[in-house]
């Protein structure tokens, strides 16, 4: 058996081989590409002679990208682990805090070699559940960008516009119609000259309802007097959220046809009935959780186990007469975002979930504790219905809750 250490960077590689005893064999510095797979696949068939391809351990700090492939198509068997996992798997060496990559390399071939067993290796995914994991991740991503972008504009307004906030609060200052006006009428002067004509015509190119009705209000709110600044400081702030506008209008173009790509890589996975099946599940929010879960059917062994990779289970904290149970916090936040929203969603939709829910509640559980206690047991349905190939059905999923006492 070889136990490989590779601490990556952008350009290069550092690797160490070890053999079962931990005796170092070899280390190198391989650039990244076909070239320095290459050299490894020299250096793994020089040290490793006729080893097959299952005796070849990796540990990196990394589970996607072409390198990681490259060693899961090879054979390898390769472990993704967790940055902060090395960090602490290092103080056994010593506490000084000192760190290199050859350190760092040493350490991963080191735990692949010691504490394999407690370690995760990288899911087997299909090609397609990579796929939606890369565009439901990039459409999470634009999505946080058009946040972040917003409370920029938010913010800038609230110095010297704030009339702005009110007048286009009905609209949400995400959108296209009252972004427009906004790149229109930046200024509370301008503003005050926009016509009723002008913003309904901003209006009814989105499809508004109510446009008059709209537009009058808009018009009243721009015109209310408020406090001004010099007319130089004024003119710089309206060119920042000019731009903050105009970014924003491109982010809700690139996401919008990003979720049409989600949809359509969803659908064509043959987990996607399954999922759609779920309570609170929809096509975006399913392609997310399918996402993080990913389709690797022997990954997790049990229902507690994709419970706890979820983030959805608790953490029992025991010292001598010290004993708590506390939610997840270090855990796949895109993967927790997603349940939440199911769990929220399955309210309505499921009266089974409903009732799971109030009975938590009546036990005095707060909001956010009863939710995510609904999302554990949602995910452990999933894991059935995933495990047995069948679309969930209300009346098997919550027949031991249909009881009060069965709480």
């Not at 080893?51 to 990208?65: A, C, M, N, S, Y």
């Not at 209000?217 to 060119?239: D, F, G, N, S």
Request: charged letters at 25%.
């Amino acid at each position: 058996m070889l136990l490989i250490g590779d601490d990556w960077a952008e350009d290069h590689h550092d690797i160490e081989l070890q053999d079962e005893a931990g005796r170092k064999l070899a280390a190198a510095t391989l650039p990244e590409g076909v070239t320095g797979i290459g050299r490894l696949h020299e250096l793994i068939a020089r040290h490793g002679g006729e080893l097959e391809p299952g005796k070849v351990i990796v540990g990196i700090e990394t589970d996607r990208g072409s390198w990681v492939q490259a060693l899961i198509a090879s054979g390898y068997q390769v472990y993704a682990i967790n940055p902060r996992q090395v960090a602490r798997f290092k103080e056994r060496y010593a506490s000084s805090g000192a760190k290199s990559d050859k350190g760092d390399a040493h350490a991963l071939a080191d735990m692949v070699r010691i504490d394999r067993d407690q370690l995760r290796p990288v899911a087997g995914d299909s090609d397609q559940a990579q796929a939606v994991k890369v565009v439901a991740r990039a459409h999470q991503t634009l999505i946080w960008e058009r946040t972040r972008t917003f409370q920029r504009l938010r913010s800038t307004l609230r110095e010297y516009f704030p009339a702005a906030l009110n007048a286009y609060a009905d609209l949400a200052l995400t959108s296209t119609d009252a972004l427009e006006l906004l790149i229109k009428a930046p200024t509370p002067d301008t503003a005050v000259k926009l016509t009723r004509t002008q913003i309904t015509a901003v209006l009814t190119r989105q499809r508004r309802r109510n446009r008059d009705a709209k537009a009058a209000t808009i018009q009243t709110a721009l015109r209310e007097r408020q406090l001004a600044l010099p007319e130089p400081v004024t003119a710089a702030y309206a060119a920042a959220v000019t731009a903050h506008a105009r970014l924003i209008i491109a982010l809700n173009e690139q996401i919008a046809a990003m979720e049409e790509e989600v949809k359509a890589h969803f659908l064509n996975h043959p987990d996607a009935e399954i999922y759609l099946s779920m309570p609170g599940i929809g096509e975006i929010t399913g392609a997310r959780v399918l996402a993080e879960f990913g389709d690797d059917p022997a990954r997790y062994a049990s229902a507690k186990a994709r419970k706890n990779y979820a983030g959805t289970s608790p953490v029992t904290r025991a010292s001598g007469k010290s004993h708590t149970v506390q939610a997840r916090y270090v855990r796949n936040n895109r993967l927790a975002d997603a349940l939440q929203r199911q769990a929220f969603c399955a309210l309505q939709a499921s009266p089974g979930a409903r009732r799971y829910y109030d009975r938590q509640r009546a036990r005095d559980v707060d909001y956010n504790p009863a939710l995510r206690q609904l999302g554990n047991r949602l995910v452990g349905i999933l894991h059935g219905c995933l495990k047995a190939r069948t679309s969930y059905d209300e009346a098997i999923a919550w027949s031991h809750h249909a009881h009060p006492q069965a709480a």
